[in-house]
C-alpha cells in the first residue's frame, strides 16, 4: 500500500506551490496568486455542488444536517456546506491545504477542519448525515486506500444518511505517458512557468473497478441509488447507508 506520509508531504509541497490550482487545474498556474481574490474560483465551487447533486439525483440537504467534506483543501465545498447545514466537518491529509482553509473559512462558525491520516476519516461512528468527496480520490495512487475511505463513510454515515462522491474508472488517465498529455518545454520548467509534481504517483492517482466498488459498498452497509460514468475518469457514485 502507498504510503500515507507522502501523499501529506506532497499536497503540502502543491500547497504552498499555488494551492487554487491544484485544487483546480482549469485556472491559470500562478504560484503569486492571491488566494481570496479568485471570485470564480469559489462561485464555481458551489455551481459544482450543485451539478454534482443534480446529476446524482440527490435530495436538498436538510438544513439541520451534519455534512462531511472529504478531501476538502482550502474548503470551496465546504463553504457551500457551512451555508446549507448546521456543521460541516472538512478532512483533508495535508496541513497546509487546512492552513489556508482557515484562513478563508474564517468566518464560519460551524466549520470543524481536521487533518487526515491517509488511511481514515477522524470522526465518530454514526456522526454525519450528508458526506462528498469530488476530484480527491482520483489522485489517491492505491485503489485499496480509496475503498477504505468508502467504508470509512458507510462507518461515520447515520442510518438513512448518503454520500455523493466521484471516483475514477479508466485506468488509463493514471498513466504517467500518456500521449495526449503534453509535456512542457525544459526552459518553462527551470523557469518555474509550469506546475510540479505532475508525474508524481499522488496527483496521478489510479482507478476502481466496478466490482471493488459494490464490495466495498456492501461491507460499509450502503445501497447504491445512482451510479454514472462508468468507465471514466468521473464516475459518480450516491449510496445510502442502510436504517
Known amino acids: 500500500m502507498s504510503d500515507p506520509r507522502h501523499m501529506a508531504e506532497f499536497w503540502d509541497e502543491r500547497a504552498r506551490e499555488d494551492a487554487l490550482f491544484f485544487v483546480d487545474d482549469r485556472l491559470r498556474y500562478d504560484p503569486a496568486r492571491a488566494e481570496g481574490d479568485e471570485t470564480w474560483f469559489w462561485a464555481e465551487g458551489e455551481r459544482l455542488l450543485d451539478e454534482l447533486?443534480?446529476?446524482?439525483?440527490?435530495?436538498?440537504?436538510?438544513?439541520?444536517?451534519?455534512?462531511?467534506?472529504?478531501?476538502?483543501?482550502?474548503?470551496?465545498?465546504?463553504?457551500?456546506?457551512?451555508?446549507?447545514s448546521v456543521q460541516v466537518h472538512g478532512v483533508d491529509v495535508s496541513a497546509e491545504m487546512l492552513d489556508r482553509a482557515r484562513r478563508l473559512l474564517g468566518s464560519h462558525a460551524n466549520v470543524q477542519l481536521h487533518q487526515g491520516d491517509g488511511v481514515s476519516l477522524p470522526l465518530p461512528d454514526a456522526s454525519v448525515d450528508v458526506a462528498i468527496s469530488f476530484v480527491v480520490f482520483q489522485h489517491i495512487p492505491d485503489p485499496r486506500i480509496t475503498l477504505g475511505y468508502v467504508r470509512e463513510l458507510g462507518r461515520v454515515l447515520r442510518p438513512g444518511g448518503w454520500l455523493c462522491i466521484q471516483l475514477s474508472n479508466d485506468p488509463s488517465v493514471?498513466?504517467?505517458?500518456?500521449?495526449?498529455?503534453?509535456?512542457?518545454r525544459l526552459r518553462?520548467?527551470?523557469?518555474?512557468?509550469?506546475?510540479?509534481?505532475?508525474?508524481?504517483?499522488?496527483?496521478?492517482?489510479?482507478?476502481?473497478?466496478?466490482?471493488?466498488?459494490?464490495?466495498?459498498?456492501?461491507?460499509?452497509?450502503?445501497?447504491?441509488?445512482?451510479?454514472?460514468?462508468?468507465?471514466?475518469q468521473y464516475l459518480l457514485e450516491r449510496a445510502v447507508k442502510a436504517a
Do not use: Y
Not at 174 to 184: E, G, K, N, T
Not at 190 to 217: F, I, M, Y
Open 53 to 84: 447533486f443534480t446529476r446524482a439525483g440527490a435530495p436538498a440537504i436538510d438544513p439541520g444536517a451534519t455534512t462531511l467534506d472529504v478531501g476538502c483543501g482550502v474548503g470551496r465545498f465546504t463553504r457551500v456546506l457551512a451555508q446549507r
Open 174 to 184: 493514471h498513466r504517467s505517458d500518456r500521449a495526449d498529455v503534453p509535456r512542457p
Open 188 to 232: 518553462d520548467r527551470l523557469l518555474g512557468r509550469v506546475p510540479k509534481g505532475t508525474d508524481d504517483p499522488a496527483w496521478l492517482g489510479s482507478a476502481v473497478t466496478l466490482e471493488q466498488l459494490d464490495e466495498a459498498l456492501a461491507d460499509a452497509g450502503l445501497r447504491s441509488e445512482h451510479r454514472s460514468g462508468q468507465g471514466t
